[in-house]
């Protein structure tokens, strides 16, 4: 059964660094590209960033462009996003989920998300 | 950019409705179109891809159309589980940017 859990989630003051992770299981993490969506409280979904499956390829929205930094480790079947200089704007909940088909691809399966709030 | 636009942002409908939700691109994105369904607290499910291709599980009431800038996801017989917050997506390019959402309610 595939499996994506989040991790790493809280309360960041506005400029401070949080670093999310997503442990992923029941299926070959290095043969898919993988990816972090996230959705702002009542708002909708925002692509934030994929990397493809050696980590060399990487795209990012561009409101978080020079912020935020995707990785992998695909000895430990894991996926990070490193966030830097959080604004207000960033609070939301943070979903990784596994990309799957042609062109850019779809999001097959997604984990349960971990929500982050940038707040003093 | 491609930019994603869904009509309409609400749709009231009652069990057993036919409805009908349109996303248009800003460019052509052939026929790379998604759509999900995403439940209050829940992470989005895959419900369609490549335009008209059933996600696994997905019942045969859901549809998919279109190509190039105009698509539409249709659930023919709604049922009280299809209450939900829709999604299109495009992804013909690595930026996989979606719609801005349809919220299904009951009429």
């Known amino acids: 059964e595939v499996q994506l859990v989040e991790s790493g989630g809280g309360l960041v003051q506005p400029g401070g660094s949080l670093r999310l992770s997503c442990a992923a299981s029941?299926?070959?993490?290095?043969?898919?590209?993988v990816t972090w969506v996230r959705q702002a409280p009542g708002k909708g979904l925002e692509w934030v960033a994929n990397i493809k499956q050696d980590g060399r390829e990487k795209y990012y929205v561009d409101s978080v462009k020079g912020r935020f930094t995707i990785s992998r480790d695909n000895a430990k079947n894991s996926l990070s996003l490193q966030m830097n200089s959080l604004r207000a704007d960033d609070t939301a909940v943070y979903y990784c989920a596994r990309v799957y088909g042609g062109k850019g691809g779809v999001f097959d399966y997604w984990g349960q998300g971990t929500l982050v709030t940038v707040s003093s | 950019d491609i930019q994603m636009t869904q009509s309409p942002s609400t749709l009231s409908a009652s069990v057993g409705d036919r409805v009908s939700i349109t996303c248009r691109a800003s460019q052509s994105i052939d026929d790379w179109l998604a759509w999900y369904q995403q439940k209050p607290g829940k992470a989005p499910k895959l419900l369609i891809y490549?335009?008209?291709i059933l996600g696994g599980g997905v019942p045969p009431r859901f549809s998919g159309g279109g190509s190039g800038t105009e698509f539409t996801l249709t659930i023919s017989g709604l049922q009280p589980d299809d209450f939900a917050t829709y999604y299109c997506q495009q992804y013909n390019t690595y930026s996989q940017k979606f719609g801005q959402g349809t919220k299904v309610e009951i009429k």
């Open positions: 490549k335009t008209s």
């Open positions: 029941g299926f070959t993490f290095s043969n898919y590209w």
